[in-house]
């Protein structure tokens, strides 16, 4: 199977022309957030969605944690797909559903522990797909991504071959990782910010590698 590409952290238009044209199935685009790279401001992140063609997908990472904050912060944004980088309030998947049906909703667990692999089989339950970070919303000022940081694949792989739901992996992944990630986890895509990006810029180069390295485990 393919495995998909999702390039985060866009800060243009021209960056989302650039990450589609490598291959991008996806591309994510970051809303305020406590910590850690990426965060645009709300309107630049629909011009962005909306320069983005079908089929690629746009996602929304979004902190908010209640239903009509996360309703209100998509339709600010207008993004084909929610990315939940923290633990929503009970019930609030459901009303996000309820009011934005046509949307799709990830959630992002932050893989630490044993405890983790459970945590997203629940989460499976009332999402679209999962996508696997290395964050650490326990904090005092919570990691929700962009941390560089790479967890224990081994977790990452019980989740795969556990959950219902499609699985992104993320988490310090780089052109010089990425195949064993792939051959060892085997998600249905891989998702990554700070590692095609040079002076916090989208490096084509990085990019190009980056590629050749998933068509190569695809290869595999």
Do not use: Y
């Not at 238009?13 to 809303?31: I, Q």
């Not at 645009?40 to 996602?59: K, N």
């Amino acid at each position: 199977m393919k495995t998909r590409v999702k390039i985060c952290c866009m800060h243009s238009v021209e960056e989302a022309r650039l990450a589609v044209s490598m291959g991008a199935s996806a591309v994510g685009l970051v809303g305020a957030m406590p910590s850690g790279p990426g965060p645009i401001d709300d309107g630049l992140i629909r011009l962005i969605a909306a320069s983005v063609p079908p089929p690629v997908a746009t996602f929304l990472l979004t902190c908010e944690t209640r239903a009509s904050e996360i309703v209100a912060h998509h339709r600010r944004t207008l993004t084909s797909t929610i990315q939940l980088v923290d633990a929503p309030e009970p019930g609030a998947v459901a009303a996000v559903r309820a009011e934005l049906p046509a949307v799709k909703i990830v959630r992002v667990v932050h893989v630490r522990n044993e405890e983790s692999v459970e945590e997203a089989l629940r989460a499976a339950g009332e999402a679209d797909a999962l996508l696997l970070d290395s964050g650490n919303p326990d904090c005092a000022v919570k990691q929700l991504g962009g941390t560089g940081r790479v967890h224990d694949w081994r977790l990452s792989r019980r989740i795969v071959e556990r959950s219902p739901k499609p699985v992104f992996l993320a988490g310090g992944l780089k052109p010089e990782n990425v195949r064993a990630a792939i051959e060892q986890v085997d998600p249905f895509g891989v998702d990554l910010c700070t590692g095609v990006r040079t002076d916090n810029r989208l490096d084509p180069r990085k990019l190009e590698a980056f590629f050749g390295e998933v068509e190569a485990a695809n290869r595999g």
